[in-house]
Each structure stands twice: as C-alpha cells, then as structure tokens.
C-alpha cells in the first residue's frame, strides 16, 4: 500500500509510532539523529553495509544522495519509507534488501525511472536527485516473497559468474523479494553424503548430471546425462553456491535449499543391505533414480547425514524446498502420508522449525502429504494460480485444506523469449483471494521456469508483494511506460498499451504463457509450436505487437538512448516477426500442396529472408547472443575435453534436450527453443534450409521428400565446438525499422487479426 503521509499525519506517527518517525521530511543539513527513528540504525555513507553497497552497484553516480536507515520489523511485517530532500533521499527499511525496495519505489515514482531485469533508464538521472514529492510509507501485503523455479539453475545460465549473481540478487532485492530459490552447488550435498554409504567419488560424480541439467536431477526425474562431473566442479559450484546464500542473508533475505526426500544413487540397497528402495521408472524417457523408503531405517542415518553436510557447505537454513514423487513418481506400497510425515520429522530434527516450501504443480501436494505433517511448517509456492479457469487451482484454501500458500505463475517455459501473461488475471485472483475472509494466501511466488526476460511481467509481478489495494492494470502500463523510458511519450504510451491489451492480456484457460515462434519449431508444414507443451494457437490479435513496433520507432530521440529503449525495441520486433512465422508458413504448406513451384520458391525465400533479418537484429543486443551462454559454459572447464563437454551441456538443454528417447519419444526437444542471434543463424535456418531444399526438390521431381532424422542432425550440432560472437554488433534501431517494413502491412484501420489462425480466447 502506497500511503502519502501529510504533515498532519507526520506529527501523529511520529508521536504514536517509534518505527514511522523518521518521516517528517527535513532539510539535509539536519542531523540523522534529529530525523531518524529512536530504533533506526543510520547505514553509513561509506562502503561495508549491504543495502549501501548494492545501491554503489545500482547506481554508482548517485548512491551517496541516499540516506539510508534500517529498523526493526514489527508484527505486522517488512515495510519502507522514503521522505527527505534534493540530493538527499531518506529511505527507511526493516532490512538491506526491503531498504533497496524503498529505493526502487522512488526511482519509480518520483525520479520516473525502471532498473528492470533486463533494461534500465536510470542514464536519464538527473545529477542531483529531486526530493520526493511525498512521504511515502508502504506494508508489504504478504510475507513470503519467493522467487525462482526450480528449473531457473538449468534454463537462465547454469554456467554464470559470481557478477551474474550479484547482479541478480540486487535486483530480486529491488523488486521486493525476500525468498530465493539456491540450487547452485546442490550437487556438492549428494557428493559427500553418498561417500559415507559405500559409493567412490568417481561412482557419484558419474551419478551427478552436467550443471545445465541438475534441476532434473534433484527433482528425482533423471540422472548422469552430460556427465561426469569431477570434484573441482563440484567443489567450485558449492563455493559460488555458499557466496551466493552469503550475501541473501546479508542483505536480510532467506536462501531457500534443497532438502532431503528420498533420492539414492543406483544400487544403494547392495551397498546398504537393509535399505527399502522403491524404483521409479522413467521420466519422458529417462531413467529416474530410486527412492529409499523414507519409513526405513536407513532414510534417517542418509537425511542426517546430508543436512550435516549441507549446513557445512552453505551454512544454516530455515526454509527447505522439495517435493515427493514429482511428475510420475511412484510410491509402490508407501503411503504418502508416512512419507511425508518421516520426510518432515527428518527436516526438524535437522532444522527444529524449519519451513517445508514444496511446488503447487498438477497433483502436487497431495491430499495425503498435507495431511501428515504440521501445516504451520509448510509452504506451497503455487504455480497453476493464473493457468486454468475451472478446477482446484480456482480455490486453494479448499483443495489444499488451510495449508499456507503463495499465488503464482509461470509465464516463462524453458526460458523462452515471447513475451506477455496472464497480467490481468493475476490482478484479479491475488486480489480477490488477498481479501477473502480466512485465506491462507501468505506470498507471492515468481516462478518462470527461465528469468532474464520478459522485463514488465517481473515488474508486475513483484508488485503484487507490496499492494494492499487493488492494481489498474491500464494505470500500471501507463506508468509503466514512463518509467521504463525515463520519460513520458505518447508513442511510448501508446506501445505499452497496445502490448497490455495484446500479449500482456492473455487469458486463464490452458496456458500461463503465450505461443512460441514456429522459426524455432522444429522443420514441418504443419508446426503449430516448437515445444510440445506450447500453446497452438496465438493467444493474442498479433495487430497489437505489430501497431506497438510503428509506435515505439516513433518515440523522441531524447528517450531512445536508455538501454531499456533498447532491449525493448529489439523485443517487440522480435516478437512482430516471430508472429509473422504464424501467417507465413500456412501460406508456404498452401503453395507447396498446390504444387505451385513459384509460389512456394517465393514465400520459402521470404522465410529465410525473415530468419536472416531476425538474426540481425537480435545481434544488436548482448542479451540475445548464443556466444555468451557457449562461453560462459567453457570457461567452466579445466580441460579442453571437459570444456567441450561442459559446453555440450549448455548447447544440449537448448535444442534435443537429452538424449534420443528423452528427446523423440519424451518429446523435449525444442523445449527450451530461444531466438538468439547464433541459434538462428547457426542452428534454426539450417535447419529450416535443409527442410525447404527437400520439398523444393520434391516439388520437382514429383516425389516424396528425403526423410530427414532430426534428432542425428540436431545432436551433431549440439557436438560442435564452432564459436559464436559474444558482443553485440549493429544498429538496433536501423534493423527493427527493417522488421518493420519487412512485415506486410495492417489495413489502415480497425485492429485486424495479423494472423491466419485462431486466437485463443480460453
């Protein structure tokens, strides 16, 4: 709840209120002591506090016009303040991270600028930040402000830096977040825990998957693939890990691990005679690791063991995320309750109170799991809260019987780059299950399986963590599109609306996402999608991102030079064409099965004119380059044999996914398709090329064309060791105008449909 704080109300806080006196706006010269609350600490000018050295990474030119103090956090739960005066912004916080929330709220809303994740416009500062317009004091609404899928480790970079972190971590603090998801290392717990139960360090680091697929791994769907791993990875990736839980805490945040449910590497009743396993089968075509019984004896004697090493890996926790038997694992004759209820005794022996977060995800958690164990102790992050509109998801205080949730959704699979959600939907449910009398509603969960794009759903998203009144979601855009550009424009106003009536208004039904593009579909004349999980259909009239792309070209000069102007421009016009990819191929199948040679030779070559075009553009921004994913996953090695490995990981979890029957008959190739500059030059259009010479030919010779194994020549590419430009080259603005014209254009008036299938309106 944004709540301008008059002079009036001032003087009675200030009274009433130990922890809100702080806000009587003041002039600078006046001594912190005289303005800050009795229970405030002033965060010093200089470096050493965590909030004050990553706002020295935010913003490096105008961090020291902040002053910052923390306070305690009351009862009723983390909240900001931020008052003071030119060049001298006062912003009061119960934490580090909950103080950069503040910061963020002003960047926001008096000096009208975004840092984004990705795209900022904070270039557009003035030298001397202007004071606030008002006091503001603003409550969080929930408590539990957790971010990150348990996939985001393998699809948003499982090779970054410590820098990639960092950069993340200030920025989840920006935006609110409290809880974050750290898989980072995880691999280390299982490689030392195993070691007291009868396995050699090279048995387990061949158990152990390339870091791009651990996720998997961890949720007890797959194993090995990309591997082996060896002990300085290991070693390596735990010392990031730990960096990584560091700084949460530092800056007053919780670092959500991985806990222990069950997970034995294979033939671990051989090594340990009177342990009960319980095989699991297959997952789309990988073979799962077995489960230990978790009402054996021996399960307690593995989960001591691997929360001791944990802790000395990464040092305490208190909030715990797994989930029992996911997607299709089999309990045998163990019944979930006594699972559960033997998986939490072992979590509180380890870690008396500690908090079991588990994945709202098709049937999970069961009826019988929640039933078992002490509800106060759990926490389930939701992702199905936007997705269907019928069913249990509708209500959740019913179908998980009172246990403490967190609304969320997944607008993001396998890190695509389409953009767009479900945003009016989220608006609606978080609000309405916000204020329904007893709701168990205590977070937010932001839950895209890959991050890193898709910048105004994130930013959305966040808010919902911190309203305690109902968002217009048109104001919101509105606003929205100043801030992202540091300005106000009417063209940019006019994008950002389009883009909210269009890609960002999508409906509950079936999909939490929108459609994919067809140019990273694998080669057919019937491809409806690249991943067969993705949407068939446009989810949104394609008018409304074609008009946004004419709009944001047309905005001032003065504002195009922030860098979100940029990755925005680029974005839009990625996702103009990529809808065009829906209109075009249907027009090639219709030539190719009228057998109009010329016909089909023209629009074929206007497919690989749009694919060519397409990798020029997303070459003008570092942010849509292959060569940086390939070179951080070298970098990673210490050998060229393990370089090539590591890196066969990273190219692998793009295109086929795993091996063939988890690829073909597990259907996860193209799962994670992107259009990046490099994968569409290197990997999509040759594809796509080889595809088209065969139906040309066949169209002239009159016969059927050459079969084609997708999965040899997809592999091979993924066996590549060919380099790709890891620096952003070309203009953005000069190829997004070539998109632009390249698109064949609107009627001059009315919305049109921009597209020749349906739209789903589910």
């Known amino acids: 709840m944004r709540t301008p704080l008059l002079p009036a109300a001032l003087a009675v806080l200030s009274a009433l209120t130990p922890t809100a006196s702080g806000l009587t706006p003041a002039d600078p010269a006046v001594p912190a002591s005289a303005v800050a609350p009795a229970l405030a600490t002033a965060v010093p000018a200089g470096g050493g506090h965590p909030a004050r050295s990553a706002l020295a990474r935010l913003l490096p030119r105008h961090h020291r016009q902040f002053l910052l103090f923390q306070v305690p956090c009351p009862p009723s739960g983390d909240y900001f303040t931020v008052t003071g005066g030119t060049g001298a912004v006062r912003v009061t916080g119960t934490s580090p991270a909950v103080i950069l929330r503040g910061v963020d709220h002003y960047l926001k809303h008096t000096a009208r600028v975004d840092i984004g994740w990705p795209g900022r416009s904070t270039s557009r500062l003035p030298a001397v930040l202007p004071a606030p317009r008002v006091a503001v004091r603003e409550d969080a609404s929930v408590a539990h402000r957790f971010a990150l899928n348990d996939t985001d480790a393998g699809y948003s970079g499982p090779y970054r830096t410590w820098e990639d972190f960092e950069r993340q971590i200030d920025l989840l603090a920006l935006h609110g977040v409290n809880e974050v998801f750290v898989q980072t290392g995880a691999e280390a717990v299982y490689f030392d825990a195993f070691q007291e139960f009868g396995y050699s360090k090279a048995e387990i680091e061949a158990w152990i998957p390339g870091p791009a697929h651990q996720p998997w791994w961890l949720m007890q769907n797959m194993s090995a693939f990309a591997g082996p791993v060896n002990e300085e990875l290991i070693d390596r990736r735990a010392a990031l890990g730990r960096r990584i839980v560091d700084r949460l805490k530092e800056l007053g945040m919780r670092a959500v691990l991985p806990g222990y449910f069950g997970t034995v590497p294979p033939g671990f009743s051989d090594r340990n005679p009177s342990a009960r396993i319980v095989p699991q089968g297959t997952w789309v075509g990988f073979a799962r690791p077995d489960w230990l019984d978790p009402r054996n004896d021996m399960f307690p004697r593995v989960a001591e063991a691997f929360y001791r090493h944990q802790e000395a890996r990464f040092g305490s926790a208190t909030m715990f995320k797994m989930d029992l038997l996911h997607e299709g694992g089999k309990a045998g004759d163990v019944p979930l309750s006594d699972a559960a209820g033997a998986v939490m005794r072992q979590l509180q022996t380890a870690h008396p109170g500690a908090t079991w977060v588990l994945l709202g995800w098709q049937d999970n958690p069961s009826a019988a799991t929640l039933s078992a164990v002490d509800k106060s102790r759990l926490l389930v992050v939701d992702g199905l809260s936007d997705r269907y509109d019928t069913g249990p998801s509708l209500d959740r205080d019913a179908s998980w019987s009172g246990t403490p949730y967190a609304f969320g959704a997944i607008s993001n699979f396998g890190g695509h780059t389409t953009i767009g959600a479900n945003t009016g939907v989220w608006l609606d449910r978080f609000e309405r299950a916000r204020t329904k009398p007893g709701s168990m509603l205590q977070g937010i969960a932001y839950l895209p399986e890959g991050t890193g794009t898709n910048p105004a759903a994130f930013e959305l998203f966040t808010e919902l963590g911190w309203s305690r009144a109902p968002i217009d979601q048109r104001q919101w855009f509105a606003e929205y599109a100043t801030q992202r550009y540091g300005g106000h424009d009417p063209h940019a106003a006019e994008a950002w609306e389009l883009l909210r009536t269009g890609p960002y208004s999508t409906p509950a039904g079936r999909w939490s996402e929108p459609q994919d593009s067809l140019f990273t579909a694998r080669p057919s004349l019937t491809a409806t999608a690249a991943a067969a999980w993705s949407p068939r259909v446009m989810r949104y009239d394609a008018a409304t991102v074609h008009r946004a792309l004419a709009e944001l070209l047309r905005v001032a000069p003065a504002l ?52 060519a075009l397409l990798d020029r553009l997303l070459a003008t921004d570092e942010r849509f380059l292959l060569g940086p994913w390939l070179a951080d996953a070298r970098s990673w090695g210490s050998t060229d044999a393990e370089r090539a490995l590591l890196e066969y990981d990273a190219r692998s979890i793009l295109t086929t996914w795993g091996h063939r029957s988890g690829s073909e008959a597990g259907r996860l190739h193209d799962y994670a398709n992107r259009e990046w500059a490099g994968l569409v030059s290197g990997f999509y259009a040759p594809r796509w090329e080889r595809y088209l010479d065969g139906l040309d030919a066949a169209l002239v010779s009159g016969g059927a064309p050459a079969p084609i194994d997708w999965f040899l020549h997809d592999d091979a590419w993924n066996r590549r060791g060919d380099t790709y430009a890891t620096t952003a080259t070309g203009d953005p603005e000069v190829q997004a105008a070539a998109v632009l014209a390249a698109l064949p254009p609107l009627p001059a008036a009315g919305p049109g449909t921009g597209a020749s299938v349906a739209v789903d309106a589910r």
């Open 560 to 611: 195009r030079t922030s860098d979100a102007y940029r990755f925005d421009l680029v974005d839009v016009a990625r996702q103009a064409l990529a809808n065009r990819s829906r209109t075009l191929l249907p027009e090639i199948k219709s030539a190719y099965d009228a057998g109009n040679l010329a016909e089909f030779r023209s629009r074929a070559q206007e497919w690989r004119d749009d694919m």
